[in-house]
């Protein structure tokens, strides 16, 4: 067997019902778009390495909460690809918005370093949860990039509108877009 062939045991009674039917297609389908839609694929893996090195720079961070928030950055990407490659496409929309968001906060945070107590405290009472919402309103996040960098916040902005477009929230696009009138 080679160092890319794995056989792997099924625990009894695997398959015998749908939810795990559905995860054993789930998997099969991730190795068919790894074979068939290579050219995609490497899009994704060339993301994910962009990701990997700056979490792997990472080392004894100055802003360590926007740093935490990168790093989920990251695993919402990646559990987006997994679910795009395993052709459950509407459901990756809203782990892509959840994505773009850690990035936004991570930003907005180091940006204006005050607002990382008032995250962290949001849920110590009535008036700190107020702040909280105020302070990350999506409108104030993304203006965060915005002072940044104007070329990628439109850019960002698209993607996030499309997320919502294409699934984040239960809307038309999303429920039609797998769908075939005949």
């Given at each position: 067997m080679s160092n890319f062939e794995t056989t792997l045991p099924l625990p009894p009674y695997w398959g015998d019902d749908q939810l795990s039917e559905s995860f054993t297609d789930a998997f099969n389908n991730s190795l068919a778009t790894f074979v068939r839609k290579r050219p995609q694929f490497e899009t994704l893996l060339r993301v994910d390495k962009a990701f990997h090195k700056i979490v792997e720079n990472l080392s004894n961070p100055s802003d360590f909460l926007a740093s935490f928030?990168?790093?989920?950055?990251?695993?919402?990407?990646?559990?987006?690809?997994?679910?795009?490659?395993?052709?459950?496409?509407a459901e990756t929309f809203p782990v892509l918005r959840s994505c773009i968001e850690y990035a936004l906060y991570a930003l907005h945070i180091n940006v204006n370093p005050e607002l990382g107590k008032v995250w962290i405290r949001r849920h110590d009472d009535g008036p700190s949860l107020k702040r909280c919402r105020r302070e990350f309103m999506h409108v104030n996040v993304v203006n965060a990039l915005q002072t940044k960098d104007s070329r990628l916040h439109e850019k960002i902005v698209q993607l996030y509108v499309r997320t919502i477009e294409f699934g984040a929230h239960p809307n038309e696009r999303e429920v039609s877009s797998g769908m075939t009138l005949e």
């Amino acid at each position: 067997m080679s160092n890319f062939e794995t056989t792997l045991p099924l625990p009894p009674y695997w398959g015998d019902d749908q939810l795990s039917e559905s995860f054993t297609d789930a998997f099969n389908n991730s190795l068919a778009t790894f074979v068939r839609k290579r050219p995609q694929f490497e899009t994704l893996l060339r993301v994910d390495k962009a990701f990997h090195k700056i979490v792997e720079n990472l080392s004894n961070p100055s802003d360590f909460l926007a740093s935490f928030l990168l790093v989920r950055a990251h695993s919402a990407y990646r559990a987006s690809a997994r679910l795009a490659c395993s052709g459950q496409v509407a459901e990756t929309f809203p782990v892509l918005r959840s994505c773009i968001e850690y990035a936004l906060y991570a930003l907005h945070i180091n940006v204006n370093p005050e607002l990382g107590k008032v995250w962290i405290r949001r849920h110590d009472d009535g008036p700190s949860l107020k702040r909280c919402r105020r302070e990350f309103m999506h409108v104030n996040v993304v203006n965060a990039l915005q002072t940044k960098d104007s070329r990628l916040h439109e850019k960002i902005v698209q993607l996030y509108v499309r997320t919502i477009e294409f699934g984040a929230h239960p809307n038309e696009r999303e429920v039609s877009s797998g769908m075939t009138l005949e």
